[in-house]
């Protein structure tokens, strides 16, 4: 993952900040709540001292990534979740956020975070979640064939609002909701 993101694509999603164009009250809550969320969480600090001192420094993109995982999970409070991928940062962040939720290796859970290198696996995974579940896929747009899966995994029949954050992409699996699908300026 790059250290700071390119500007030029937060030009492009420039009209997609703060969530501008964002009609359903679930999500632009979600947005401005979670995704956006500027307030320092209970486990920043302690968190924080896991990255070296010149990304604490300049809050560069991985702290705000993973903190925005820590945001995600916290908002979902899932009872399993599962982590796609070997990233043991991301595992404390998780591990932090929800302390009483149950990891599984295989199988379904609540929370699925699947890393760039797992992208491919994404959509066989989404398909077995059930509808209360949460995913966050990371590096949606690292190449074609990434792009590829993140664009099936909207058009699933299974699938309900998703959330492109470019970095990553976070999939809600209830139909009850009207599916759409929101870019954001993260």
């Known amino acids: 993952m790059r250290l700071v993101r390119n500007p030029w694509i937060w030009l492009l999603r420039f009209r997609k900040r703060r969530g501008y164009g964002v ?54 409070h899932p009872g399993t979740i599962r982590l796609v991928g070997d990233r043991p940062i991301e595992r404390v962040y998780l591990a932090e956020s929800v302390p009483s939720a149950r990891w599984v290796e295989r199988g379904v ?21 059930p509808s209360h579940a949460m995913m966050v896929i990371e590096g949606i747009h690292r190449n074609k064939d990434a792009r590829m899966v993140w664009h099936d995994i909207q058009s699933a029949p299974h699938t309900g609002i998703t959330f492109d954050l470019y970095t990553y992409g976070v999939v809600f699996f209830d139909l009850s909701r009207h599916k759409q699908h929101y870019k954001v300026n993260f």
């Open 109 to 129: 859970a609540d929370f699925v975070f699947v890393a760039a290198e797992h992208v491919a696996e994404a959509a066989d995974i989404a398909a077995t979640l």
């Open 23 to 76: 009609h359903s009250p679930f999500a632009y809550s979600f947005v401005r709540g979670v995704v956006l969320e500027q307030t320092p969480y209970y486990a920043y600090q302690r968190l924080s001292e896991l990255h070296p001192w010149w990304v604490r420094w300049g809050r560069f993109y991985p702290l705000s990534c993973r903190r925005l995982l820590f945001r995600l999970a916290n908002f979902a």
